[in-house]
């Protein structure tokens, strides 16, 4: 029988994915992984979203 076999090799690929945690936000710009939410791509100068640094220019543009 294959099933026990097929169980340990789901289990594997859940632990794996765990640990390698493949989900983590990248650059949009060229694919760098995001470290420790830093504001600025270190490679591209890619501003990501959601930072500080979005939300001061935001407050910026609203007009008066
Ligand atoms: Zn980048």
């Known amino acids: 029988m294959l099933w026990p076999l097929i169980f ?3 289990i594997i690929v859940v ?3 765990k640990y390698t945690r493949p989900f983590r936000p990248r650059c949009p710009e060229c694919g760098v992984i995001r470290q420790d939410q830093q504001p600025l791509c270190p490679e591209c100068g890619w501003i990501y979203e ?3 640094l979005d939300e001061d ?3 910026d543009d609203e007009p008066r």
Do not use: P
């Open 15 to 17: 632990v794996v994915l």
């Open 8 to 10: 340990a090799a789901i």
């Open 50 to 52: 959601g930072s500080e």
């Open 57 to 59: 220019y935001a407050a």
